[in-house]
């Protein structure tokens, strides 16, 4: 009895050790995942990268007009903090795979709510919550190994760019930045009152950048400097009376901003602020006349 046991203990501790020395190798198609924030969204991108390893990629190894799964391995998959809008229509917030039908002249691009396949065995058209086209065109220079990236960044939206080969597909993810932030100064701001400094700044900055309502942003930037000037609120102060056509104010107040923004050591606010003053009055002379 004593014996047989031994053996079944030797048996299982040999087992333990062969699942433990493992050969670790480089992966055909190394994973990766790029998270990037577009507007307040943080978008993620998680897939394989294969190699063109001198194979013919597009019409051979990815045949045209079929299904594919845009990347190696298991599905390559999008994730969404929030709603976003692809092509006009608008995504919830989650996770989707990204499949692609490639053709010469045009691919489909695909998101289905089935994440758990490996590659694009068993997918099916019923679980794609859209379909959208996406016009390729030819890179001067061969990417060897599958890449997305995010590209020409706004506020609001990123193309997602995809490039293998000589071929590049890029497809534009656009986000609701406005109704969030304006929810936010609603809450913080207007309906709570705030007295505080930041908080005014931020909303009145937002005001500004965004053509909205240039009087109640200088409500807010005026209480914010009065409780507490700094260089750039002040900054933001004379530039808001530019566009109000407070031409002498803006001046006056851009010229305050110059003397904090010295005090601080910060001179890239001191050509700022000199430009500023220089496109409201040309005769200004640096260091002259003030």
Same mark, same amino acid.
């Given at each position: 009895?004593?014996?047989?046991?031994?053996?079944t203990?030797a048996?299982?501790?040999? #087992?333990?050790?062969s699942?433990a020395?493992?050969i670790?190798?480089?992966?055909?198609?190394? %994973?990766a995942?790029i !998270?990037?924030?577009?507007?307040?969204?943080d978008?993620?991108?998680d897939?394989?990268?294969p190699?063109?390893k001198?194979r013919?990629?597009f =019409?051979?190894?990815?045949?045209y007009?079929?299904?594919?799964?845009?990347?190696a391995?298991g599905? !390559?998959?999008? #994730?969404?903090s !929030?709603?976003?809008?692809?092509?006009?229509?608008?995504?919830?917030? =989650?996770?989707?795979?990204l499949?692609? +039908?490639p053709?010469?002249?045009?691919?489909?691009?695909i998101l289905s709510?089935?994440?758990?396949?490996?590659?694009?065995?068993?997918?099916?058209q019923s679980?794609?919550i +859209?379909?959208?086209k996406?016009?390729?065109?030819k890179?001067?220079?061969?990417?060897?190994?599958f890449e997305? %990236?995010?590209? *020409?960044? $706004?506020?609001?939206g990123?193309?997602? %760019?995809?490039?293998?080969?000589?071929?590049?597909?890029?497809?534009?993810?656009?986000t609701e930045?406005?109704p969030?932030?304006?929810a936010?100064i609603?809450?913080?701001?207007?309906?709570?009152? $705030?007295?505080?400094p930041s908080l005014?700044?931020?909303?009145a900055s937002?005001y500004?950048?965004?053509s909205?309502?240039?009087n109640?942003?200088?409500?807010w930037? *005026?209480?914010s400097?009065?409780s507490d000037?700094?260089y750039w609120?002040?900054?933001?102060?004379?530039? +808001?009376?530019?566009?109000?056509?407070?031409?002498?104010?803006?001046?006056e107040t851009?010229?305050?901003?110059?003397?904090?923004?010295?005090?601080?050591?910060?001179?890239d606010?001191?050509g700022? *602020?000199e430009r500023?003053?220089? %496109?409201?009055?040309?005769?200004y002379?640096?260091? +002259?006349?003030?």
């Amino acid at each position: 009895m004593k014996q047989k046991f031994a053996f079944t203990l030797a048996f299982f501790l040999c #087992s333990l050790l062969s699942f433990a020395q493992q050969i670790q190798m480089p992966q055909a198609s190394p %994973s990766a995942k790029i !998270t990037q924030k577009v507007g307040l969204t943080d978008v993620t991108v998680d897939y394989s990268r294969p190699s063109m390893k001198d194979r013919k990629i597009f =019409g051979e190894l990815v045949p045209y007009g079929q299904v594919w799964r845009t990347g190696a391995n298991g599905a !390559t998959v999008l #994730s969404f903090s !929030t709603d976003v809008l692809i092509d006009g229509k608008k995504i919830p917030a =989650g996770q989707y795979a990204l499949y692609s +039908i490639p053709g010469k002249s045009e691919w489909t691009m695909i998101l289905s709510k089935n994440i758990k396949l490996w590659g694009a065995i068993g997918y099916q058209q019923s679980d794609d919550i +859209i379909r959208f086209k996406a016009q390729p065109s030819k890179l001067s220079k061969e990417n060897e190994t599958f890449e997305i %990236s995010f590209e *020409n960044m $706004s506020d609001t939206g990123s193309d997602l %760019s995809l490039k293998w080969d000589k071929t590049r597909v890029d497809f534009r993810v656009e986000t609701e930045v406005d109704p969030l932030v304006m929810a936010q100064i609603k809450e913080f701001v207007i309906d709570g009152n $705030s007295t505080d400094p930041s908080l005014l700044y931020s909303a009145a900055s937002y005001y500004y950048t965004n053509s909205k309502d240039m009087n109640q942003a200088y409500t807010w930037i *005026n209480e914010s400097v009065a409780s507490d000037p700094k260089y750039w609120t002040m900054h933001l102060k004379a530039k +808001i009376e530019a566009v109000l056509g407070k031409k002498t104010d803006a001046v006056e107040t851009a010229e305050e901003a110059i003397d904090l923004a010295e005090e601080a050591g910060n001179q890239d606010y001191v050509g700022l *602020n000199e430009r500023l003053i220089k %496109s409201l009055n040309p005769n200004y002379a640096i260091g +002259i006349v003030k």
